[in-house]
C-alpha cells in the first residue's frame, strides 16, 4: 500500500466539466464526508478515504509555498482559492480550482475543473516555483511567489485567488450556455421525492438570483477601477493647483501696483488648493474603501454562486440516491450560504454609507471649485487692468482656469457613477433581504424532507 500511495504516472484522471467535487474536513485536514464525484475521481474507495488526513490525495508536484499560503487564510479564519494538482490512489492525477470555506470548526471545499486562460500561467507558476524550492526557505518562497504574481498583474495572493474565481466562474457558466441543457425532469412518485423535486426546483431559484448578481460582477470591477482612477486624477490636479497658489505667491512680490490685490488672489488659491487637497484625501480614502468592499462582494457573490450550484447538484444527487449524509451535507450547505448572504447584505450596507460619504465630499469639492472659478475670473480681470505682462499673473490664470475645468469634470464623472451605484447598491441591499426569506423557506422544506426521512 505504501509503494502504490508513492507511485506517480502521468495518466489524468478524467472528468465532466459539470461535476463538482465536495468534502467537509476538521481543522486538521481530517476528512469527515466528500461526495461521489470526489471518491470515484480519487480512485479510493469511501471507507479508505473518510477519515483520512486531506494530504492522501496531494501529488508531490504540488509546491509547498501554495499549501503554506493556502493553510495561512484558512488559520486567519478566511476563505481561500486555488488550483491544486491531486494524486489518485493508482498515481494518477487531476487537477482542481478548489475554494475552502470555514463554517463551525470545519472547512467546506468545493472543487471545479479549471478552464480559464489564466490556468496554464498557474502550470507554469507551480514548475518554477517546484524547481526552486529546494534551494530555497519557506520566506524566500514566499517573496518569489508573490513576484510572480505581481508580474502577472498581481497585487498579492488575494488578488490573484479573487480574479481568478471570477475567471473560473464567468468561463463555467459560458461553456455550460454552449452546452445542450441538462435534462431536469423527475419521475415522482412518493411525498419525499417530490419534497425533493420541490426543494430542487426552489434551489433552481434561488441559483438564478444569485447567477443575476455575478453578471453584476463586471459592473463592480468597471465602478472600482474608475473610482481608483478618478482618484489618482483628482489628486494630481491636487498637487497641480497647490504648486500654482505658490507661484502665484511668488509672482505677487514683483508686481508693484497691483502686487497687493495679486498677494490676496494667490493667498485665496493656496487656502482653498489647501482645503481642496484635505477634500480629494479623504475621497480618496473612501475611495480605497469602496475598492476593498467591491472586491469583497465579488468574492462573496462568486461563492454563494458557486455554494447554490453546490446544493443544486447535491439535491439532483439526493433524488437519485437518498442517504442521510447527502441530507446533512445540503443541510450544512444551507447554512453556509446563510453565513455568506448575511455578510453580503451587512457589506452593501457599509458600501452604500461609503458611497453617500463620497458623494458629500464630491458636493463639497464642486462648491470649492466653484469659488475657485470666481477668482480665476477676478485674476483675469486684475491681470488685464495691471497691463504688465512680465509679472506672469495672465499666464498663471489661464493654467488655473484650465485646472479648474478639468477638476470640475472629474468630479462630475465621478458624482455621476457613484450616484448611479448608490440607486444599484439600494436594488442589491432589498434583494438580499428577499435572498434571506428565500433561504428560510428552503431550509424549512429540508426540514420537511428530514422529517419525512425520520
Not at 9 to 14: D, P, Y
Not at 311 to 337: A, D, G, K, M, P
Amino acid at each position: 500500500m505504501k509503494n502504490l500511495e508513492l507511485h506517480v504516472s502521468s495518466q489524468e484522471a478524467k472528468f465532466d466539466l459539470s461535476e463538482l467535487f465536495f468534502s467537509i474536513t476538521k481543522t486538521d485536514s481530517t476528512i469527515l464526508s466528500g461526495n461521489e464525484t470526489f471518491v470515484r475521481i480519487s480512485g479510493y474507495e469511501r471507507d479508505e478515504i473518510i477519515g483520512q488526513f486531506h494530504n492522501i490525495i496531494r501529488h508531490p508536484d504540488m509546491p509547498h509555498v501554495v499549501f503554506k499560503t493556502f493553510w495561512d487564510f484558512l488559520n486567519a479564519g478566511k476563505s481561500v482559492a486555488a488550483y491544486v494538482k491531486n494524486r489518485t490512489k493508482e498515481g494518477g492525477y487531476y487537477w482542481v480550482f478548489a475554494v475552502v470555506f470555514p463554517l463551525r470548526e470545519r472547512y467546506v471545499s468545493i472543487r471545479i475543473k479549471p478552464n480559464a486562460q489564466l490556468f496554464d500561467s498557474v502550470k507554469e507558476l507551480y514548475a518554477q516555483l517546484l524547481k526552486s524550492q529546494e534551494s530555497l526557505d519557506m520566506q524566500e518562497s514566499e517573496q518569489l511567489l508573490l513576484e510572480a504574481l505581481k508580474s502577472l498583474g498581481y497585487r498579492d495572493y488575494e488578488h490573484f485567488m479573487n480574479e481568478a474565481l471570477v475567471e473560473e466562474l464567468l468561463i463555467r457558466k459560458k461553456l455550460f450556455l454552449e452546452c445542450e441543457a441538462k435534462d431536469d425532469s423527475f419521475c415522482s412518485k412518493s411525498e419525499l421525492e417530490l419534497k425533493i423535486e420541490g426543494l430542487y426546483c426552489s434551489s433552481k431559484k434561488m441559483l438564478e438570483r444569485y447567477a443575476k448578481w455575478f453578471e453584476k460582477i463586471e459592473g463592480f470591477g468597471k465602478i472600482k477601477s474608475l473610482f481608483e482612477e478618478k482618484s489618482l486624477v483628482l489628486s494630481s490636479l491636487a498637487r497641480d493647483i497647490v504648486f500654482l497658489s505658490i507661484n502665484a505667491s511668488v509672482a505677487s512680490y514683483r508686481v508693484d501696483t497691483y502686487g497687493e490685490t495679486f498677494g490676496v488672489l494667490a493667498s485665496d488659491i493656496r487656502v482653498n488648493a489647501k482645503e481642496n487637497d484635505i477634500l480629494i484625501a479623504q475621497i480618496d480614502a473612501l475611495s480605497q474603501s469602496l475598492s476593498e468592499s467591491l472586491n469583497e462582494v465579488i468574492f462573496l457573490v462568486s461563492s454563494i454562486s458557486l455554494q447554490m450550484e453546490m446544493i443544486t447538484y447535491f439535491i439532483r444527487e439526493l433524488f437519485e440516491n437518498n442517504n442521510e449524509e447527502l441530507t446533512q451535507n445540503v443541510s450544512f450547505l444551507f447554512e453556509l450560504v446563510h453565513v455568506y448572504n448575511k455578510k453580503l447584505s451587512e457589506l452593501v450596507l457599509v458600501i452604500e454609507k461609503t458611497i453617500q460619504k463620497s458623494i458629500l465630499h464630491l458636493n463639497t469639492l464642486e462648491g470649492q471649485i466653484m469659488y475657485l472659478g470666481y477668482i480665476q475670473i477676478y485674476g483675469i480681470i486684475e491681470s488685464a487692468r495691471s497691463n504688465d505682462e512680465s509679472s506672469g499673473f495672465t499666464e498663471i490664470f489661464l493654467q488655473l482656469k484650465s485646472l479648474i475645468a478639468n477638476t470640475a469634470q472629474e468630479v462630475s464623472d465621478m458624482k455621476q457613477v457613484a450616484e448611479k451605484f448608490f440607486t444599484d447598491n439600494r436594488i442589491l441591499i432589498n434583494e438580499s433581504k428577499e435572498n434571506e426569506k428565500m433561504l428560510v423557506k428552503l431550509e424549512d422544506e429540508i426540514s420537511d424532507i428530514n422529517n419525512i426521512e425520520g
